[in-house]
């Protein structure tokens, strides 16, 4: 009852209007002006015609893939803490998790939602993204969102499950200059970024929900990233592990901010790297687009 009322509170026009001043405000004081969109979408939930257009697509096909109801299909499930191991460095391979059978319904909600698929769309059109992976294609849901940016020349989406890569494969026919691969992360990282033309610009690591897993992911990118690339962190408040990997990963000099949206986490590359030691800006954006609680995952029971 104390909830619902904070939340009315909350998501009333005088504080979002009050929220979104604050969003100005942190602009002032340096935060990336690329994400006002963002932030004011994610407090206000009113979008363009081309965004609306981009979510209309991920969301019939989010509809299609959940029709097909009680059919079952293979997904890596993100594995325990410590399965991993403690090794991040680029040479210690994590193991994946355990591979799990989950329905087509539940295939479609596993896919980033409306609200953040959406999100993830602007945060690549407002940074001018033109060479993007993706780590975890699933159905290809929110592969939709990241590749329908308009400077994008290059998408590569990755998934391990044979079965889900076919089905990401449908969802982005449509969309040129992606290719899905259905391999493990690993893998498609030797197979497919040393002989790109371009470094990448905007990494978006959205499987494999492990610690020590999510930091070795981002050491193996590290080399094929440009300067100023964005690197987007999924599901950072998933369970404490991966908050842990967040707040890890959060202070690496390599970034010039970190910003902390509760589901994900969003950090900029330093324009020049350099061999100081100075950690990023941390932006907690949570007080602005509402807090969010630290998971307890279904599938480890
Ligand atoms: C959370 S889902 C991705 C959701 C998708 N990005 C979306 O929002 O539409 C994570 C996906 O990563 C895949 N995955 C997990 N670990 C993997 C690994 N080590 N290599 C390849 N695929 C993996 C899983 O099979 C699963 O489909």
């Known amino acids: ?21 604050r969003v100005s405000r942190l602009i002032s004081t340096g935060l990336p002006k690329q994400m006002r969109p963002v932030l004011n979408y994610l407090v206000t939930r009113t979008v363009d015609e081309n965004t609306a257009a981009v979510a209309k697509l991920a969301e ?56 953040w698929g959406t999100a993830l769309y602007l945060i690549a059109r407002e940074f001018e993204s033109s060479v993007g992976i993706e780590l975890g294609a699933c159905a290809g849901i929110s ?9 994008l020349k290059k998408f590569i989406t990755v998934e391990g499950s044979e079965a889900l890569a076919k089905i990401a494969q449908e969802s982005l026919k449509s969309i040129k200059n992606v290719k899905v691969i259905n391999a493990l992360f690993d893998e498609a990282i030797d197979s497919e970024l040393p002989s790109l033309d371009s ?5 978006y690591i959205d499987g494999h929900h492990e610690k020590t ?21 999924d599901d950072i408040s998933w369970s404490s ?19 902390d949206l509760g589901v994900i ?37």
């Open 1 to 21: 009852m104390i909830r619902k009322l904070a939340n009315a509170i909350f998501d009333s026009a005088i504080m979002r209007g009050f929220r979104i001043k």
């Open 60 to 115: 019939d096909r989010r509809r299609e893939i959940a029709s097909q109801g009680d059919k079952r299909i293979e997904i890596y499930y993100s594995p325990k803490p410590g399965s991993s191991g403690n090794d991040s460095s680029i040479d210690a391979r994590p193991q994946t998790g355990k591979v799990l059978e989950f329905t087509m319904r539940d295939i479609a909600k596993t896919g980033k939602n409306k609200t």
């Open 143 to 151: 592969g939709i969102y990241l590749s329908s940016a308009p400077n």
């Open 199 to 203: 470094k990448i610009d905007l990494a």
């Open 213 to 233: 897993a999510t930091i070795h992911y981002f050491n193996r990118l590290l080399p094929f990233l440009n300067p100023n690339s964005v690197v987007i962190f």
């Open 241 to 259: 592990d991966m908050r842990d990997a967040w707040n890890i990963l959060s202070k690496r000099s390599e970034f010039a901010d970190a910003m």
């Open 265 to 301: 986490g969003v950090c900029v590359m330093k324009t020049k790297f350099d061999s100081t030691e100075v950690e990023p800006i941390y932006w907690n954006l949570q007080p602005i687009i509402g807090r969010c609680g630290i998971g307890k995952p279904l599938g480890w029971n």
